[in-house]
């Protein structure tokens, strides 16, 4: 199972002091170093975190896998043409939001996507659409042309344990979905080492993205550890 690690909240703790640290392409060096097997970002519309040159001196760096996250903006266009990421995952995005709310509705922005589901084909970069673990949206997915689907484990995380079944099970059916579709399937948001191992030991599930929980552990534990022993518990959950 991949590992991609988020490293924005880097860079949110070092805006919120306007400084040149913490240096988000140092934290990168040191998760692929801990067993990343990609890095994160994402880029959004306002930059409150990650900024334009982050992702710049990111993409020149990044000796792993560099997963792109954006809104499907015009302007974004640009930016991928430019920065040429390996991964795009293309998200939901309202500048109030805290963190990204829910899933992609695929169906409903149909238009907006196919010009990034073309320049990713154009360029050969994986298109990635980061969607609730709804049998619509994921089949929407498909014809649109995406590579993959990274499922939206908010719910499921939000969750207290013993009401978490239902929600894990609709996980599942969509993983499974996906794949007889032939999509890569990947799952995020708001998992931890507390809550990721019933996600990670789902078979079709193939990569997860974790940041601000990786980031909060570290300020206890080191970046390193934290993405180790975030690793260890995916690894004793993996069937």
């Known amino acids: 199972m ?9 860079c949110t703790l070092r805006n919120a002091r306007g400084t040149s640290y913490p ?24 930059r409150r975190h990650i900024r334009d040159a982050d992702a710049e001196a990111l993409r020149a760096s990044i000796s792993t896998l560099m997963n792109l996250e954006l809104a499907a903006a015009p302007d974004m266009l640009e930016r991928v043409r430019e920065l040429k990421p390996d991964v795009v995952t293309l998200v939901p995005e309202r500048r109030e939001e805290r963190t990204t709310e829910g899933g992609l509705d695929v169906i409903a922005t149909m238009s907006a996507l196919t010009p990034f589901a073309a320049l990713c084909r154009e360029l050969g970069i994986k298109l990635s659409l980061f969607v609730a673990p709804d049998p619509a949206q994921i089949r929407a997915s498909h014809q649109l042309g ?5 499922l939206h484990t908010g719910e499921y995380c939000e969750l207290p344990l013993p009401a978490r079944g239902p929600e894990l099970a609709r996980l599942q059916a969509a993983a499974r979905l996906g794949a ?8 995020g948001h708001g998992l931890n080492r507390h809550n990721v191992g019933p996600i990670a030991a789902i078979p079709e599930v193939q990569e997860l993205n974790i940041g601000h929980s ?19 518990v995916i690894l004793r959950a993996r069937p």
Request: charged fraction near 25%; proline fraction near 2%.
């Open 180 to 187: 007889e579709l032939g999509l890569e399937v990947a799952a």
């Open 2 to 10: 991949r590992l991609h690690i988020n490293i924005d909240h880097v």
């Open 146 to 150: 995406a590579q993959q689907v990274e």
């Open 214 to 232: 990786v980031i909060s552990d570290a300020l206890f534990l080191g970046l390193d550890r934290a993405v180790t022993d975030l690793r260890q």
């Open 23 to 46: 240096d988000p392409v140092f934290a990168a060096h040191v998760c692929e170093q801990a067993g990343a097997d990609g890095i994160t970002l994402h880029l959004r519309e306002d």
